[in-house]
């Protein structure tokens, strides 16, 4: 069973930043794939952005050029440095692995961005 704890989340005005952390209860290494999902009210979850085996980083169009996603195997944890952050990016972020066949989803944490 993997763990995921997230932090960071919050309420910013527009133009403002904020980095989401997620670490994990093993170590990152072993995982396909990490990324960061998000779910605004009333949609569909989305992929914001991940890092396959292959290493490449992999952006949602509507993040590309503000969001960064990185990983510190050290302390087995993702990131998410999210820059000029616009109201429309409210939602609740959702730290993403898959190792193997199986996905783990961390809890959630808010992320609100006001006009």
């Known amino acids: 069973q993997v763990h995921l704890v997230e932090s960071g989340g919050g309420l910013v005005q527009s133009g403002g930043s904020l980095r989401l952390s997620c670490t994990a209860s093993?170590?990152?290494?072993?995982?396909?794939?990490v990324g960061w999902y998000r779910q605004a009210p009333g949609k569909q979850r989305e992929s914001v952005a991940t890092i396959p085996h292959t290493g490449i980083e992999n952006y949602a169009e509507s993040v590309k050029g503000r969001f960064t996603i990185s990983r510190d195997s050290a302390q087995n944890t993702v990131f998410l440095q999210m820059n000029n952050l616009k109201p429309e990016d409210t939602a609740v972020y959702y730290c993403y692995v898959k190792i193997g066949l199986r996905s783990y989803w961390g809890q959630g944490t808010q992320v609100t961005v006001s006009s």
């Open positions: 093993v170590p990152i290494g072993s995982f396909n794939t």
